[in-house]
């Protein structure tokens, strides 16, 4: 079983980075692969609303990551993502990654989806709009038929600078304790599905 993260920050490796690295670390220990997408120095072309993806499982715009990070969640048993808070919500390469998975996945309900898979989303913020940025990334999860794995409490941590996270003991916990449902979950699917 895979999970694969996908990481929105502009900083590679910082907060959001540290975040989606401690709930890995609890797959790993359950034995579940896990991959992490950045796309830190790479912008992320938003929907341009052709609806040319109908039918053919892809997107029209072919100069950046999508198609590739597209890819690996088909492939994929979960999908974290994982965004810094820009603005009170999630950052804008979130945002236009969502928009074109969600009009891509809505328009190809025939071929691969993400249905049945498990989603679970995290944030890191100094100070306010985390709950925003999670709520907007549970939505992708919600309208594409997965199921979302919860924590002991909302799925945030917060911090500045780099590796400030890292002082928020109690985010951390419940990075760790998302880790260990999103684990319970995959492998309670993985027994219904045989
Ligand atoms: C453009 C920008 C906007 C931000 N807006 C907010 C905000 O609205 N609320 C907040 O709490 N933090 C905000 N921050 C701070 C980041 O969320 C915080 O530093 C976070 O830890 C960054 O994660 P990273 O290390 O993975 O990049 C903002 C940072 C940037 C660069």
């Not at 997965?146 to 951390?172: C, H, I, R």
């Amino acid at each position: 079983m895979k999970v694969l993260g996908i990481n929105s920050s502009a900083r590679k490796g910082r907060n959001t980075a540290i975040l989606i690295n401690k709930v890995f670390e609890e797959l790993n220990k359950e034995g579940i692969e896990t991959e992490m997408i950045q796309f830190a120095g790479s912008i992320i072309e938003p929907c341009k609303a052709c609806w040319a993806c109908g039918g053919q499982n892809n997107c029209v715009h072919k100069n950046d990551m999508f198609r590739e990070v597209y890819d690996k969640m088909l492939e994929a048993d979960g999908i974290l993502l994982g965004s810094p808070v820009y603005s009170a919500n999630i950052s804008a390469n979130m945002q236009a990654f969502l928009e074109r998975a969600a009009v891509v996945g809505d328009m190809n309900r025939d071929g691969k989806t993400m249905k049945h898979k498990v989603g679970a989303a995290v944030a890191a913020a100094r100070r306010g709009g985390a709950m925003q940025a999670v709520d907007a990334m549970n939505h992708f999860f919600l309208n594409h038929e997965m199921f979302v794995a919860g924590s002991t409490y909302w799925n945030m941590a917060y911090g500045q600078m780099p590796g400030d996270v890292e002082k928020d003991q109690e985010g951390l916990d419940n990075m760790a304790n998302l880790g260990k449902n999103m684990a319970y979950l995959l492998k309670a699917l993985e027994e219904r599905q045989g």
